[in-house]
């Protein structure tokens, strides 16, 4: 059974913003962190950002850091990764998963739980 659903993906002009979701069951998204990860073709999977349970800390790629923004709902079980001034250079498959760590310096995914991927592309 899927545990970790994205969705909120699609083309986008540079400058323009998304808003993606995690939806995750209620015992997943109670029980750790949630993080946002990419992955572009030819490159290294990168980690983009974290939320603990809590909401804190909050861990965020410098490459996106004034552009993107994570948030969790309690009441809807997910979180979401808003996603504002796009650059080409953020095209990529976004994935969202649990983590073992979340850090305002680091995120490391862990538990083995993952979304199957939303699409992001931002082209002209």
């Known amino acids: 059974q899927v545990q970790l659903v994205e969705s909120g993906g699609g083309l986008v002009q540079p400058g323009g913003s998304l808003r993606l979701s995690c939806a995750a069951s209620?015992?997943?998204?109670?029980?750790?962190?949630i993080g946002w990860f990419r992955q572009a073709p030819g490159k290294e999977r990168e980690g983009v950002s974290c939320?603990?349970?809590?909401?804190?800390?909050?861990y965020y790629t410098d490459s996106v850091k004034d552009r993107f923004t994570i948030s969790r709902d309690n009441a809807e079980n997910t979180v979401y990764l808003q996603m504002n001034n796009l650059k080409p250079e953020d095209t990529a498959i976004y994935y969202c998963a649990t983590v073992r760590v979340c850090t305002v310096a680091t995120t490391v995914p862990g538990y083995g739980y993952w979304g199957q991927g939303t699409q992001v592309t931002v082209s002209s």
């Open positions: 939320i603990s349970w809590r909401g804190i800390p909050t």
């Open positions: 209620k015992l997943i998204f109670d029980t750790y962190a």
